[in-house]
């Protein structure tokens, strides 16, 4: 069983500041999925990076892949209370199909 | 359009009962899972199936069934409930075929929240 482990699980933080998670793992994945979800929501898709070494940018938020393709990690700039959620990371079994999630870190941005 | 729909959305079941949590995707997507979510933590898979007719085990399957009878619907039966399977349930469908990247987007419903007492 591929095992993905985020940190920190948990991260209160005020407006305005910059924050990083990870998404790490002893497997390599083809390609790693970052999800956003809010209370009493299902998880909606952010982003999929697929090279070693990629970076992705939306908006305030950046995605990074590792060379080896076995961790991640999220950055967010100037975070702001919209941003509070769970981030979930998922990697992705191309030949199944399916993926495999982490636990989450779960975000609080206060005014 | 509608998207991924789950019912019901709130279930209170007695230990030894029997239910199904319903879902339906009118996106024409061709995998369905089924995932729960334990309080503070990630979906672990359940259920999965690449097509009508076609269904596999997932990470956590023992206590539960699936049938995929239509491209659309993919019902999950619970028999015999117990208390280790309050959860949320997730379901959600996908567009995938074998290497793809981009098919691999999940669109998920809004979940069935289960507690069995």
């Known amino acids: 069983t591929q095992l993905l482990e985020q940190s920190p699980q948990f991260l209160s933080i005020q407006e305005g500041e910059n924050l990083t998670v990870y998404c790490n793992s002893s497997?390599?994945?083809?390609?790693l999925q970052w999800y956003r979800q809010e209370p009493g929501e299902g998880p909606v898709l952010l982003v999929t990076?697929?090279?070693?070494?990629e970076v992705k940018k939306l908006k305030r938020l950046t995605f990074q892949f590792g060379d080896a393709r076995k961790d991640s990690s999220l950055h967010i700039t100037a975070a702001q209370p919209g941003d509070t959620g769970l981030y979930l990371c998922a990697g992705v079994d191309t030949n199944a199909g399916k993926s495999t999630f982490g636990d989450g870190t779960t975000l609080t941005v206060k005014p | 359009n509608a998207g991924v729909t789950q019912t019901p959305k709130f279930r209170i079941l007695k230990i030894g009962q029997s239910m199904t949590l319903q879902c339906a995707q009118d996106?024409?997507?061709?995998?369905m899972y089924w995932y729960r979510q334990d309080p503070g933590m990630g979906l672990k898979l359940i259920y999965y199936s690449v097509g009508a007719g076609i269904t596999d085990k997932g990470e956590v399957p023992n206590g539960y069934n699936v049938s995929r009878s239509t491209t659309e619907d993919f019902p999950l039966r619970l028999e015999l409930a117990a208390p280790s399977q309050t959860s949320v349930y997730f379901c959600a469908s996908s567009y995938y075929y074998r290497g793809s990247i981009s098919g691999t987007e999940a669109f998920f419903g809004q979940g069935t929240r289960l507690t069995v007492v």
């Open positions: 990076v697929v090279t070693g070494g």
């Open positions: 996106m024409n997507h061709n995998y």
């Open positions: 497997s390599v994945f083809s390609s």
